[in-house]
């Protein structure tokens, strides 16, 4: 049996021509979003999805390529000319952040909801931060959880530092080596970052590691893909909003791991440059901190839909 969020009704969303997305949905009250991150789905976010469901709607689905979603081929011709081996290419369009924002705008709809709040973690938090860019009119609260935008993360990668994010790189390459390489080897590569990234090994039970490395393992080609535009497309639309000054115009909560001095910039800075209207706090947790300080992140998220 495949482990649930308590509670929650399960249903699948049409929201593009080719994309249906596997959705939990629990609790009635104003909207709120949550969007999971690498190497996830949408369980990471059961603890704090039934604490928000008290008094929200809660709306937690696998992001278009993760997880029961739909996972579309990525484009071909785009994902060639794009990524680490086509400078100044623009990648694939099919999981460029923008059209994965797209989904979640849509998938709102599909459920009744014009607007509504918006928090995603890891790779959910760069697909959050394009919906509320992009539509400002629709996201009212935004809600970042242990990255920083995409132009900001290449900022910062740099030197011996650069290794934490090896994955990076090796998903920017072009369609073939990368997918070759990690399919060869998915539950040692995917289970890496669950154990690395973890400080608390418990916060991830046996269940839903199994139900993670699972998705991971058949969903090998599109995760690549979605890194893949974010060296490339997603890369293209973050400079364009900022040479054009664009900004989050909503509230906005970013909650970061303490890394302390070994962090090395200045994150709260970066942000503030995107998020006028900013709290940016850090947690004492690892990377996972949906599933390892989940009261931190129900409060962050009570306290930010208060603004």
Same mark, same amino acid.
């Given at each position: @049996? ?30 709120? @979003? ?9 369980? @990471? ?16 689905? #696998? ?31 099919? /999981?460029?952040?923008?059209? @994965? ?67 990076? /790189? ?41 139900? /993670? ?13 979605? /890194? ?12 364009? #909003?900022? #040479? ?32 006028? #209207? ?30």
């Amino acid at each position: @049996m495949h482990p649930t969020i308590p509670g929650f009704t399960y249903r699948r969303v049409p929201v593009a021509d080719d994309v249906t997305l596997n959705v939990a949905v629990g609790g009635s009250g104003s909207p709120v @979003m949550l969007l999971h991150g690498f190497p996830q789905t949408h369980l @990471m976010w059961r603890h704090v999805a039934v604490e928000l469901a008290a008094h929200h709607t809660v709306i937690c689905p #696998d992001l278009r390529g993760y997880g029961a979603s739909d996972k579309p081929a990525e484009d071909a011709e785009a994902a060639e000319a794009g990524g680490a081996g086509g400078a100044g290419g623009v990648g694939g369009v099919t /999981y460029a952040k923008r059209t @994965m924002a797209a989904d979640a705008v849509a998938l709102a709809r599909a459920l009744g909801h014009d607007r509504f709040a918006l928090a995603g973690h890891d790779r959910g938090a760069l697909v959050a931060i394009r919906a509320a860019l992009d539509h400002p009119e629709v996201i009212t609260h935004l809600a970042s959880l242990d990255v920083l935008p995409t132009l900001d993360t290449w900022d910062v990668m740099h030197g011996t530092g650069a290794a934490v994010g090896f994955h990076l /790189y090796l998903m920017a390459q072009p369609p073939g080596l990368p997918e070759r390489m990690i399919g060869a080897s998915a539950d040692a590569f995917f289970g890496h970052f669950l154990d690395i990234w973890t400080r608390d090994p418990q916060a991830i039970p046996a269940d839903i590691r199994a139900a /993670y490395l699972a998705a991971s393992r058949a969903s090998v080609p599109s995760i690549v893909a979605d /890194y893949r535009a974010s060296a490339g497309i997603d890369v293209v639309h973050d400079q364009a #909003d900022r #040479d054009a000054g664009n900004r989050l115009r909503m509230p906005v909560t970013v909650l970061q791991q303490d890394w302390g001095t070994a962090l090395g910039f200045d994150a709260a800075a970066r942000w503030r440059a995107w998020a006028p #209207d900013l709290r940016h706090s850090t947690v004492s947790c690892g990377h996972f901190m949906a599933e390892e300080a989940p009261e931190d992140v129900v409060r962050a998220v009570r306290d930010l839909l208060t603004r």
